[in-house]
């Protein structure tokens, strides 16, 4: 597959949340490809992460492995801080961290199901 060469990303620092599966992953992977140094966040799936992350070092990408659970506001915090001082700086943010903690029909839901759903989804942007 061809990449189509993006030149005013180069050099950027970029944090991809919710990075070590899925879309996440290919958006870290992409921007990678496009010369971006990429923090890449993780919650849960830390194997997953580290192997996106080998992936892009091996490419010759530059990236940061930062680990936090955006359901606990002080980590969000936490995860830009440290990003951003890795860095020097932030350039951009994809905000792709969240997740549905459980199938559940909305009959069935209690109100702290919802909060933590909410604050997971909404309130970690």
């Known amino acids: 597959m061809t990449t189509l060469a993006i030149p005013d990303l180069a050099g950027k620092a970029v944090l991809v949340t919710g990075a070590s599966t ?3 992953a290919a958006l870290a992977r992409a921007y990678a490809a496009q010369k971006c140094r990429v923090a890449l966040h ?25 680990q936090g659970d955006f359901s606990i506001p002080a980590d969000v915090e936490r995860v830009v801080e440290e990003s951003a001082q ?3 700086r932030l350039d951009g943010l994809v905000n792709n ?6 199938r559940i ?3 069935d839901q209690d109100e702290a199901h919802y909060d933590a759903v909410m604050d997971l ?3 970690s942007v």
């Open 22 to 24: 899925g879309i996440g």
């Open 42 to 66: 993780y919650n849960a799936s830390r194997a997953p992460a580290e192997a996106v992350a080998e992936a892009i070092r091996d490419d010759g990408g530059e990236v940061f492995l930062v």
């Open 86 to 88: 890795h860095f020097g």
């Open 97 to 102: 961290a969240g997740g549905m903690l459980g």
């Open 105 to 107: 029909a909305y009959a």
């Open 121 to 123: 989804n909404a309130r």
